[in-house]
């Protein structure tokens, strides 16, 4: 088995790959248990602040780390690579603040993107983008996954992310950068 430290302390994050990566024969591992800091994302993209944490991670091992956001048209793409610190913890009042946005610009488009960057011992590193273009629901629904899951409803479905529990792993944004991401595994 191959032993692969996912670079986030977001359990959300680590649970879902988990649930793609392990089935795949990897040995796969939280920066919490391996005692990480997490850096500044200083970055002004994903890729760069997917970069910016596969590297802190990488130290004598192979790290993957994913930096990914909710990019809403009303918001003029926001929050983005602040996806996090715009909720602050605060998941409900951050989808109260995204739904009046839709609303008062009658545009629901958005899209979640995530930038993977795989960092090797040697320092080499390879990034994947994978996006999931969708809308913003009326009001959020659903009691699985994390984050923004609540809100986004994927194109092609007529339920939330986090109505689709497992499923959301087939189809999300996140799957589709691990695809590219084990194509060049292989
Ligand atoms: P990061 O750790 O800086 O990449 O922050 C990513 C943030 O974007 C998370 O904390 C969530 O708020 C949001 N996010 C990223 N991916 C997802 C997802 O799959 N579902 C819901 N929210 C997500």
């Not at 990914?68 to 793409?77: D, E, M, P, Q, Y």
């Not at 739904?99 to 011992?121: G, N, Q, S, T, Y």
């Not at 923004?148 to 479905?157: Q, R, V, W």
Request: proline share 5%; charged share 20%.
């Amino acid at each position: 088995m191959k032993r692969l430290l996912i670079a986030t302390h977001n359990p959300g994050k680590l649970a879902e790959f988990r649930g793609l990566l392990q089935p795949l024969g990897f040995d796969v591992v939280g920066a919490e248990a391996m005692g990480f800091a997490e850096p500044e994302e200083t970055g002004a993209t994903f890729a760069q602040n997917a970069r910016i944490k596969a590297l802190a991670a990488a130290n004598g091992v192979m790290a993957l780390a994913d930096d990914s956001g909710l990019c809403v048209a009303a918001l003029a793409g926001g929050p983005g690579v602040l996806s996090a610190r715009y909720a602050a913890g605060d998941y409900p009042a951050a989808f109260s603040r995204i739904l009046a946005a839709c609303e008062a610009a009658a545009d629901r488009r958005a899209k979640f993107v995530c930038a993977l960057c795989l960092a090797r011992p040697d320092g080499a590193t390879a990034t994947f983008i994978g996006q999931a273009e969708g809308r913003i629901a009326n009001a959020p629904a659903g009691a699985t996954g994390f984050g923004y899951d609540p809100i986004f409803i994927p194109e092609g479905f007529h339920t939330t992310y986090a109505e689709l529990g497992a499923q959301k792993s087939t189809i999300s944004h996140r799957a589709r950068a691990v695809a590219q991401l084990l194509a060049h595994l292989r």
